[in-house]
């Protein structure tokens, strides 16, 4: 089976743009996360999708940090404006339910803000 | 507040050695523990997981690790190590029969000597 696709792989903006990261969950896959991952540090959720609608988004920045999943399925991560601290690695993980029977991860967006 | 303490940010051993990274976790619930390993520049890999069951769980690539309740520790080992096991550790928990959230440890990176 396909995994979970991420793009772009990498980025580089200056701060205060805005980007954007797209991420395709494995079909069938009804929840999807993003996570952030600062270098050095472990994973941290940023928000969860149940299908369409969110289940967590506690630790979304919302000031600049907004994200959608349309119909379900794919899902948009966007920053605006960005600035240095945001420079991580963004990964996308999908499940086919909701029992922490662990996930799959996408291969992640590089951000780097300057 | 649930929490993940990996013990050693950095941990050397030579090829053929045994592999003990450590992992502490705090939860006033029953937990699922997982194991990921992240190799440069990619997402993240389970390697092991416990939900349930036998405390002792065996994953692939020749890892395993034991759930020791009264110690509140999921320590991953491997009785030798290879060259390709050099790569990051995480550390993970989440709530049994939650939403699915993963709150990771900070993470150990595994260098392998020749």
């Given at each position: 089976?396909?995994?979970?696709?991420?793009?772009?792989?990498?980025?580089?903006?200056e701060?205060?743009?805005?980007?954007?990261?797209?991420?395709?969950?494995?079909?069938?896959?009804?929840?999807?996360?993003?996570?952030?991952?600062?270098?050095?540090?472990?994973?941290?959720?940023?928000?969860?999708?149940?299908?369409?609608?969110?289940?967590?988004?506690?630790?979304?920045?919302?000031?600049?940090?907004?994200?959608?999943?349309?119909?379900?399925?794919?899902?948009?991560?966007?920053?605006?404006?960005?600035?240095?601290?945001?420079?991580?690695?963004?990964?996308?993980?999908?499940?086919?339910?909701?029992?922490?029977?662990?996930?799959?991860?996408?291969?992640g967006?590089?951000?780097t803000?300057? | 507040?649930?929490?993940?303490?990996?013990?050693?940010?950095?941990?050397?051993?030579?090829?053929?050695?045994?592999?003990?990274?450590?992992?502490?976790?705090?939860?006033?619930?029953?937990?699922?523990?997982?194991?990921?390993?992240?190799?440069?520049?990619?997402?993240?890999?389970?390697?092991?997981?416990?939900?349930?069951?036998?405390?002792?769980?065996?994953g692939?690539?020749?890892?395993?690790?034991?759930?020791?309740?009264?110690?509140?520790?999921?320590?991953?080992?491997k009785?030798?190590?290879?060259?390709?096991?050099?790569?990051?550790?995480?550390?993970?928990?989440?709530?049994?029969?939650?939403?699915?959230?993963?709150?990771?440890?900070?993470?150990?990176?595994?260098?392998?000597?020749?």
């Open positions: 089976e396909a995994g979970v696709a991420q793009s772009p792989r990498y980025k580089i903006i701060k205060r743009q805005s980007v954007a990261f797209w991420c395709n969950p494995i079909s069938g896959h009804a929840t999807l996360y993003w996570y952030q991952q600062i270098l050095g540090q472990g994973p941290k959720l940023l928000i969860q999708f149940q299908n369409n609608g969110v289940v967590d988004d506690s630790q979304l920045p919302k000031d600049r940090f907004s994200a959608e999943r349309l119909k379900g399925v794919d899902s948009t991560l966007k920053i605006q404006p960005a600035k240095l601290e945001d420079s991580a690695v963004y990964l996308c993980a999908s499940s086919f339910g909701t029992g922490g029977d662990g996930y799959t991860f996408g291969s967006t590089r951000l803000v300057v | 507040a649930q929490s993940v303490t990996q013990l050693g940010s950095h941990v050397s051993v030579s090829e053929g050695a045994l592999v003990l990274l450590r992992c502490n976790y705090s939860s006033s619930v029953p937990p699922y523990l997982f194991w990921y390993v992240q190799y440069p520049n990619q997402g993240l890999q389970l390697l092991l997981k416990y939900t349930t069951g036998a405390t002792l769980v065996k692939i690539n020749g890892f395993e690790a034991e759930f020791k309740k009264s110690e509140t520790s999921f320590h991953l080992t009785p030798s190590a290879h060259m390709s096991d050099a790569a990051e550790y995480f550390c993970a928990l989440c709530r049994s029969g939650n939403t699915g959230k993963l709150i990771f440890g900070q993470g150990t990176t595994l260098q392998v000597k020749p």
